[in-house]
């Protein structure tokens, strides 16, 4: 059977990450988290004192980013390794989120990414998550979905990710992260984050992940039956 790339973009915290790890696992396909690598960008300059506005230091700092995801047996999870160490928890800290919109920005940073991100794709068979795959990194990906959900549960679904990881965050100062950066990622000039023209929106303010993970599957049926593939 010919395979696939499945796209699913949309806002933080919609489900999206555990939607797409589980369709990927379900197809055996790989699995990768495209914002997790803006994270991993944002991590590196931080902890080297690279400003955002640094733009030689930035360009010189993407030739010594290494970014690799590694799945643990012992949890199944997906894991991103950051020169070689696991940086996976590193990367979900609420410092991470309050800058990892101003670094997604640069053009050089979104250039260096997607040519990673199309370099992992290139044999299809993927699930790929972010804000720009069905529209930039992906555009002829045979799937592609939008995901959406009201700010308030996105907000709390993020508190309750952070409190499991030891990290107690208010749930204001939560909601006033996604929302600066919903606009960040949704005006900038360089891959805004948009739903493609022929991504189908889904909304899980009131779904499950397992009706997430369906509702993907069933766009997959859709497509491989559309264009004859069994």
Request: charge should be neutral; proline fraction near 3%.
């Amino acid at each position: 059977m010919k395979q696939l790339v499945i796209a699913i973009d949309g806002y933080s915290s919609c489900g999206k990450s555990t939607t797409a790890k589980a369709v990927a696992q379900l197809l055996h396909y790989a699995y990768v988290d495209t914002g997790a690598m803006y994270r991993a960008v944002t991590l590196y300059l931080l902890e080297n004192h690279i400003a955002f506005d640094d733009m030689p230091g930035i360009e010189a700092a993407l030739r010594n980013i290494h970014i690799s995801f590694r799945r643990n047996r012992r949890t199944g999870r997906n894991e991103l390794f950051l020169n070689g160490a696991n940086r996976e928890d590193d990367i979900r800290q609420m410092r991470i989120s309050n800058s990892v919109s101003e670094v997604s920005v640069i053009p050089m940073v979104r250039h260096a990414m997607v040519a990673q991100q199309q370099q992992m794709g290139r044999k299809r068979g993927v699930v790929m998550d972010g804000r720009d795959i069905g529209t930039t990194v992906f555009p002829d990906a045979e799937v592609k979905i939008f995901m959406t959900a009201e700010v308030e549960l996105r907000a709390k679904r993020r508190q309750e990710e952070l409190a499991e990881k030891g990290e107690i965050v208010p749930l204001d100062d939560i909601i006033e992260n996604l929302r600066k950066r919903d606009h960040l990622d949704s005006t900038r000039a360089e891959s805004p984050l948009r739903r493609a023209p022929d991504a189908v929106l889904l909304d899980t303010t009131h779904i499950t992940i397992t009706e997430q993970v369906d509702f993907v599957l069933d766009r997959v049926s859709s497509a491989l039956f559309a264009a004859g593939w069994d």
